[in-house]
């Protein structure tokens, strides 16, 4: 069920950039935004079914399999209890001219992630996409907006929660999904010219060119598969460069990743409170 949220998100002047100078690479892609809570000590996910999903072709679509990885027989991820995945309102961005779906990744061991996806108008220049995701990133009212989706849906979820309550420690983690990666006049681009160009602006907020040395310390962790793809990792955000368009088994890998983080830092804080 989608519950409209009618209030428009205001965006940041830095999400629509003034015209720059051409540049030689452009981009298309989107800006995910996660937040993660923990909300009980675990969420009976059938019980949460007969809520969310009252016909059985509903209940089917909320518990899909994860998806396969590099072929039909790898998963990406291999959960005995598949999470629930549902949509849970939109909101307006632009001056509410494009609807933006919030949806909602429901794991049984009492975490919910908040997701917002918001496509790139078209395509953009290098420097645009940063302005954009970082402008996204810090837009005032996402957590806002995140913290009344997290409390309506807990609520409809209540008698499926065990020890029900938020905890008071959060993940976020932000997603710069790169669908398309082309030259000025629209030829393709392997993800290897992103190693001659500093995404420091993008994943770092850093506006200065960093030295090589800083770059190695700060930005170590690159990952391709195949010649087309790329991955590279910080702790609060990621680039990901996947040319396939529903490929998304990198975001589910790190929106798992952020889900059991969060479990050891909500579990540190417990472990830290009962110690003295």
Do not use: K
Request: glycine share 6%.
């Amino acid at each position: 069920m989608t519950m409209p949220d009618a209030t428009p998100l205001p965006l940041p002047s830095a999400v629509r950039p003034p015209p720059a100078a051409e540049s030689p690479l452009c981009v298309a892609g989107a800006v995910v935004l996660y937040r993660l809570y923990d909300v009980g000590y675990e969420i009976h996910l059938e019980r949460a079914l007969d809520v969310l999903a009252p016909s059985m072709r509903e209940r089917n679509a909320l518990r899909q399999p994860l998806p396969a990885a590099r072929g039909p027989e790898t998963q990406a991820i291999r959960i005995g209890n598949p999470p629930i995945t549902i949509s849970v309102g939109t909101i307006a961005v632009d001056g509410g001219s494009r609807p933006v779906e919030v949806s909602a990744r429901i794991f049984d061991f009492g975490v919910i992630s908040l997701r917002l996806r918001i496509e790139t108008p078209g395509t953009m220049t290098w420097p645009a996409f940063s302005a954009f995701g970082n402008g996204l990133a810090l837009a005032p009212g996402i957590h806002a907006m995140f913290e009344r989706h997290v409390l309506e849906l807990t609520a409809r979820l209540r008698g499926s929660i065990e020890r029900l309550g938020i905890a008071p420690v959060t993940e976020d983690y932000v997603v710069f999904r790169i669908d398309r990666l082309t030259d000025a006049s629209g030829n393709a681009l392997p993800p290897a010219v992103l190693r001659d160009l500093d995404v420091a602006p993008l994943l770092l907020g850093e506006e200065r060119p960093l030295s090589e040395d800083a770059r190695r310390a700060l930005l170590p962790y690159w990952f391709s598969y195949y010649a087309d793809d790329l991955a590279i990792l910080t702790w609060n955000n990621a680039l990901v460069v996947e040319p396939a368009g529903g490929d998304t088994d990198v975001e589910l890998i790190l929106e798992f990743a952020n889900a059991q983080l969060l479990e050891l830092r909500y579990y540190d804080a417990l472990l830290d409170a009962e110690l003295p």
